[in-house]
């Protein structure tokens, strides 16, 4: 595997090639990111990955300069999982000045929820994201990047860009990786004490019982089933900012009978001091 630090040397290693297949990641890799990796080596003829803790999208009250850096350990996982190129550029490299040309999606998705309780949050993913973008892709026909779903909202939002930019870039969504115990797999998990993670499972627990007491009937009362979701939380000690039933395809709450709708339950709290988030669709 080709380690390299600067958009030049990148270029250099992807010049023979015409379909990239791309995994960006802020490292501190777990077994969703290596999935992702696999999944996406098939359907490219070079597998790449790009380590970068993004700044523009943290806000200044949270943990930018905390979130583990872990290049030599991720490169070791990355080769083992068949990547050929690690992107692993320096802040330096990819903002050589201010980013003030940034990219706004659109208020309808990227508003709510995250954007909602991380106001920017979306604004600073689409930016990188397109950013590198167009480090691995410049001059290619074609390729694929790949994101895991339990960032739901971000493969929306990153779909939606894709797609209005016309960029020749095909969006694969990783299924959510999870523990045995069923808690979704972060790069955050590692901030949990030990009896917070074995208290961390509840919010997949929370999702799981709401998507099945809005099953129930076709016409559920959803915002009192959300309330009761949250406060069962709550009464666990945890600050949740959402949990909630929304449509996969635009995240807006379904209209009327649940009948023919392709949903998905998401959620987001804070145990600690740690913020998770989850989904599952139903």
């Not at 590198?132 to 493969?155: E, I």
């Not at 999870?178 to 972060?186: F, N, V």
């Not at 099953?215 to 959300?226: K, Y």
């Not at 807006?252 to 740690?274: I, M, S």
Request: proline residues 7%.
């Amino acid at each position: 595997m080709h380690i390299v630090h600067t958009i030049e040397e990148l270029r250099k290693q992807l010049s023979p090639f015409k379909r990239p297949a791309f995994v960006p990641t802020m490292g501190n890799l777990h077994d969703g990111h290596i999935a992702l990796v696999r999944q996406a080596k098939p359907l490219g003829d070079v597998s790449v990955s790009s380590i970068f803790v993004n700044r523009l999208q943290f806000a200044p009250h949270e943990d930018f300069e905390s979130y583990p850096r872990t290049l030599d350990t991720d490169a070791q996982r990355l080769e083992a999982a068949g990547c050929d190129v690690l992107f692993a550029p320096r802040e330096q490299e990819l903002y050589p000045q201010p980013q003030t040309y940034k990219v706004h999606p659109a208020s309808d998705l990227s508003d709510l929820l995250e954007g909602h309780f991380r106001p920017g949050f979306f604004i600073g993913v689409s930016t990188v994201v397109l950013k590198l973008f167009s480090c691995v892709y410049a001059g290619m026909p074609s390729g694929v990047a790949a994101f895991g779903k339990k960032d739901y909202q971000q493969v929306l939002v990153v779909r939606r860009m894709v797609q209005q930019f016309a960029l020749p870039i095909d969006i694969l969504a990783g299924e959510t990786q999870r523990a045995e115990d069923g808690l979704a797999l972060s790069s955050r998990n590692g901030y949990l004490s030990p009896d917070e993670r074995l208290e961390a499972v509840q919010l997949s627990k929370a999702l799981q019982a709401l998507g099945q007491a809005a099953q129930a009937s076709s016409t559920p009362d959803l915002p009192a089933l959300e309330a009761q979701a949250m406060q069962t939380l709550a009464r666990r000690g945890w600050k949740p900012d959402y949990l909630t039933l929304r449509r996969r395809a635009d995240l807006l709450p379904p209209q009327g009978a649940l009948t023919g709708e392709t949903l998905v339950v998401l959620g987001a709290a804070k145990l600690g001091n740690t913020r998770l988030i989850d989904n599952l669709e139903v």
